[in-house]
């Protein structure tokens, strides 16, 4: 996990799986499925920003409230 410029946490795919609580191919697995936030390639490795993977959270976490 890193910060950028402005103070935004910038996670690395094992910042992710550790923020999820889920394994790293749990977090490829996801990407292959279009169900995580696309994130950005910074070199070679995908890194997502917490904010939006927070906000992706909450969305989720709403839907899952109206099924019910």
């Known amino acids: 996990m890193s910060v950028d ?12 799986a550790a923020k999820l609580g889920c394994s790293r191919p749990m977090i490829y697995r996801l990407m292959s499925l279009g ?3 696309r994130g950005f390639n910074l070199g070679r490795n ?6 939006e993977i927070d ?4 969305e989720r976490s709403a839907k899952a409230q ?3």
């Open 5 to 16: 410029s402005l103070g935004e946490q910038v996670l690395s795919t094992k910042g992710l």
């Open 35 to 37: 169900q995580l936030p």
């Open 46 to 51: 995908r890194r997502w920003l917490s904010s």
């Open 55 to 58: 906000a992706w959270l909450r």
């Open 66 to 68: 109206k099924a019910r």
